[in-house]
């Protein structure tokens, strides 16, 4: 798999922030406890300022000083015990004869029997840590100039317990903000690392020779500058391979049209000289027959006579069908497309060669169609259509039966001409398209066929870009073709 920038950008970004937690996870298993001492340590020191500013005041009597040792002690959870010289109570709260007790113990020097680690000592006052592990209080007595003595009191709530609960939840939280900012930052990454992915997408394209794609980046940086050069690039390659394979398809083009042209002109030239071999031998022969007066009989006369036309009329057709070909193969003849009713033309054509059926006891059925117009070239179609149905009657064989059908389809008119008789062989189907090509030649010479008639429907129904084919049956053959609708 390739390296991703925005797999690299999350991995960094992941990384760091998990650092980051690490770090702090340590901050506060090496400092919270501290910190918590000192802070606690503020919070009694705050009450001492309030007692001895009342002592230098002589206002414990004043509501303001009760008012203000509440608050304070209900903010901060603080038990508080104050007497005067005279052991008076002046303030009591959270404690009374508890805190009384442990007052008079530290001022006699009668210390409890527990753990006592001392924090800071003045001359007023001492504070320190008391307690046994889990039941520990942080602890400020003494004694002012005044002769006040007091005592205050809070408890260090399990420190440790408390620091490795809220380690453990901001390790949770740390681990869920690192997963939650991973998935952030491949989100937002996707729209920053687009730009490059684009660019890199265009030149993996480029270097399979595909100009279509353009970058149309809006990064407004300088990767929009590269993607406009990419696209500059792109366009020259674009032109320049264009250029080159223009030339280069052309110079195929000319030498492979050279090739066709060469093996056209040669298969041409021995085609056309094996088809007229036969009626110019004819013709010579029956003309020297003539010439020589081999038979005086007018009646002969007259069937040399009819011999010589029937074979000049055969070579006359060959050679008009070879023109026609000629120009439709080179392009040379222009397509006329108009609109026509294609039931009719088939009608018509079908009328024209009535007496031709007749004579051949053929047997034409056509099931009547409604007008059915098409885009065509009328004159062409008409060619195709009298190209398969002469071809049909010339091979007609069996109950001698010809059956046209004419079959709407979805933008497209399928016209089929089938005729009884033996199929053609499977060896030959892809052959009858070809010049002079002739299944039987014998009976293609008792008919007088070129061999070209089917050449022509090939290079019409091309030159008009519609299908065109033959299927066998188990009784005949069917040649069809297709008109736009």
């Not at 608050?71 to 038990?79: F, K, L, P």
């Not at 032109?239 to 041409?268: G, H, Q, V, Y």
């Amino acid at each position: 798999m390739k390296p991703s920038i925005r797999r690299q950008f999350a991995l960094i970004f992941s990384g760091l922030m998990a650092g980051i937690v690490l770090l702090c996870l340590f901050i506060n298993i090496m400092f919270l406890e501290r910190y918590y001492i000192r802070s606690k340590t503020e919070v009694i020191r705050d009450a001492y300022e309030t007692i001895r500013q009342a002592a230098s005041a002589d206002s414990y009597d004043q509501e303001n000083f009760v008012d203000e040792l509440d608050r304070v002690v209900s903010r901060d959870n603080i038990s508080i015990y104050i007497i005067d010289m005279n052991s008076r109570v002046i303030y009591t709260a959270n404690g009374g004869q508890s805190m009384e007790k442990r007052l008079f113990g530290y001022i006699f020097g009668q210390l409890p029997n527990e753990e006592i680690r001392l924090l800071e000592q003045e001359e007023e006052y001492c504070i320190q840590r008391s307690g046994e592990e889990g039941s520990e209080y942080l602890e400020m007595y003494g004694r002012l100039k005044t002769g006040i003595s007091f005592i205050m009191r809070t408890p260090i709530e399990s420190i440790r317990e408390s620091s490795k609960l809220a380690n453990r939840f901001f390790a949770y939280a740390g681990l869920m903000g690192t997963v939650a900012g991973a998935v952030i930052i491949w989100l937002v990454t996707r729209k920053l690392t687009q730009p490059i992915r684009e660019l890199n997408a265009i030149s993996e394209r480029m270097v399979h020779l595909d100009f279509e794609v353009k970058y149309h980046g809006s990064a407004r940086n300088e990767l929009d500058s590269l993607g406009e050069n990419i696209n500059e690039l792109s366009a020259s390659l674009e032109e320049t391979i264009s250029e080159l394979k223009t030339a280069n398809n052309e110079l195929k083009n000319d030498i492979r049209k050279k090739e066709e042209i060469d093996e056209m002109r040669k298969e041409f030239l021995s085609n056309v000289s094996h088809e007229l071999k036969t009626p110019i031998a004819l013709i010579q022969g029956y003309a020297e027959g003539l010439r020589e007066g081999v038979n005086d009989d007018p009646e002969d006369r007259n069937f040399y006579c009819e011999v010589i036309m029937d074979e000049a009329a055969k070579m006359n057709t060959m050679v008009k069908k070879l023109l026609t070909l000629n120009q439709l193969e080179f392009g040379n003849d222009v397509i006329s497309m108009e609109r026509f009713d294609a039931v009719a033309l088939v009608q018509n054509c079908i009328q024209s060669a009535g007496i031709l059926c007749r004579q051949n006891q053929i047997t034409v059925k056509m099931k009547d169609s409604p007008p059915i117009y098409v885009w065509a070239d009328e004159f062409k179609v008409e060619e195709v259509f009298t190209n398969y149905f002469s071809n049909a009657v010339n091979h007609c064989g069996g109950e001698k039966r010809i059956e046209v059908g004419i079959e709407e389809r979805e933008g497209t008119v399928r016209i089929n001409v089938f005729n009884t008789g033996e199929p053609i062989p499977e060896a030959s189907i892809e052959h009858i398209w070809d010049k002079f090509y002739k299944v039987d030649k014998a009976r293609t010479r008792e008919y007088g066929g070129s061999g070209v008639g089917l050449s022509i429907v090939k290079a019409i129904m091309e030159s008009l870009n519609q299908a065109y084919g033959v299927e066998n049956s188990e009784d005949g053959v069917t040649f069809w073709f297709e008109l736009e609708v």
